[in-house]
């Protein structure tokens, strides 16, 4: 059965830095990514990338602090995330799909949690 298994959450202080990374097992999907939930709020999507192609997605407020890869040899894909700011506390969640259009993404993993303090 396919997974998704995150790694890399924490605690930070405000511009610090965090990696995520999300293995996928059992299967090779054409988009990976992340979403997040900050509390009280409702599921984002932060970044994406075609797996494929490499092309990628960021949310406006991530772009160019925030940076995604790939790693096609171990079917992994990391989230780079720099000076990182209190409304980037959330769970983080990896998605997978057949596309990166919202309704493709189909798979999540359980999340990580971030935390940003200022």
């Known amino acids: 059965q396919a997974q998704l298994a995150e790694s890399g959450g924490g605690s930070v202080q405000a511009r610090g830095s965090l990696r995520l990374s999300c293995a996928a097992s059992?299967?090779?999907?054409?988009?990976m990514g992340w979403f997040r939930q900050a509390p009280g709020k409702g599921r984002e999507p932060v970044s994406t990338i075609y797996t494929g192609s490499g092309t990628t997605y960021y949310r406006d407020s991530v772009k160019g602090r925030f940076t995604i890869s790939k790693d096609n040899g171990r079917n992994t894909v990391y989230l780079q995330m720099n000076s990182l700011d209190p409304e980037d506390t959330a769970i983080y969640y990896c998605v997978a799909g057949d596309s990166c259009a919202n309704r493709d993404l189909r798979h999540w993993g359980q999340g990580t949690q971030v935390t940003v303090s200022s």
């Open positions: 059992g299967e090779r999907y054409n988009c």
